[in-house]
């Protein structure tokens, strides 16, 4: 696989950053992950525009314009031919050289910048939308800005060892008796007509596909309401779903050991993945 790494094209063996880069040191940086299909790039503004929002929250220099972004975008998808699949992009706060709390002069310490492909034949025909994900509940002890999409994931990666264990899929995590988001996705229930998800705040990340599905949502003919829920509230519905732009919509079918209606993947949360993947598909440039 060919890689990105601060201007430069190499094979994944020869690409290196330095030790006290501050996202190895510190997590000091940022990343998007943004979804490939049929070749082309999946709300690539969205992501290129959460990028620098999170860029500017932590006082990180601007990074490369959108139109470099989306160029090293397409280089990687082509060079690497990635038909389905993922781009990650990571920016850090670069390595001073040394190991200080203190942030380092932008001037001297330039970013890192690291994209890499992940190619993943059939990501939109993912088995699991036909089965759905069963949930179990954690709290929520992750840093209170989690509107900002920082690499510190030990918390969330916790949370999937926690699930896995159980031989559960996911973990939703939950504050002050309320759900906020999934360990890399956000969290949604069903019922009647309705769609109930947590409203953006600095709690969760603002999904670039919680965005479009709930723009989609009219489409689908059904109401949205943003407000806090509980675990108890999102047992009691008819179905649940996850978004996130490597899983799109993902059915929940199970939520601590409670099976959603039948238990099994609902056809509303299979409407919004269809309309989220044909609507996508049209615009993905
Ligand atoms: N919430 C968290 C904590 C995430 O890590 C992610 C994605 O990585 C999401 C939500 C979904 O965001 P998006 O739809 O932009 O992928």
Do not use: C
């Not at 360990?183 to 965005?211: C, E, M, Q, W």
């Not at 829920?229 to 799109?248: K, P, R």
């Not at 993902?250 to 050991?257: A, C, K, L, Y």
């Amino acid at each position: 696989r060919t890689v990105y790494v601060n201007g430069e094209y190499l094979p994944e063996t020869e690409a290196k950053v330095s030790i006290f880069d501050r996202a190895f040191l510190m997590a000091d940086g940022v990343y998007e992950v943004t979804s490939v299909l049929d070749g082309k790039l999946v709300d690539f503004d969205g992501h290129a525009t959460r990028l620098a929002r999170s860029l500017s929250e932590l006082d990180m220099p601007e990074g490369p314009s959108r139109d470099e972004l989306l160029e090293i975008h397409r280089e990687l998808v082509r060079i690497n031919e990635v038909t389905d699949g993922l781009v990650y992009l990571q920016i850090t706060r670069g390595a001073p050289g040394d190991r200080d709390f203190v942030f380092p002069d932008p001037a001297t310490t330039p970013p890192t910048v690291v994209l890499f492909t992940q190619s993943k034949p059939g990501l939109a025909d993912d088995p699991k939308a036909k089965v759905g994900l069963s949930i179990v509940s954690v709290d929520d002890l992750r840093w209170s800005r989690r509107d900002i999409k920082t690499v510190q994931l030990l918390y969330p990666s916790m949370g999937k060892m926690i699930a896995k264990a159980q031989g559960k899929d996911d973990v939703w995590m939950v504050e002050d008796g309320h759900v906020t988001e999934g360990s890399s996705n956000n969290a949604y229930f069903i019922k009647g007509n309705t769609i109930v998800t947590r409203p953006l705040s600095n709690d969760i990340l603002h999904g670039i596909t919680r965005a479009a599905v709930l723009r989609f949502a009219e489409e689908a003919q059904m109401a949205v309401e943003e407000r806090l829920f509980t675990i108890a509230e999102a047992q009691e519905a008819d179905e649940a779903f996850i978004t996130s732009a490597s899983a799109f919509v993902m059915p929940v079918v199970e939520i601590d050991g409670v099976a959603l209606g039948d238990g099994k993947p609902g056809p509303k949360a299979a409407r919004l993945r269809e309309i989220y993947l044909d609507e996508s598909r049209k615009v993905a440039i």
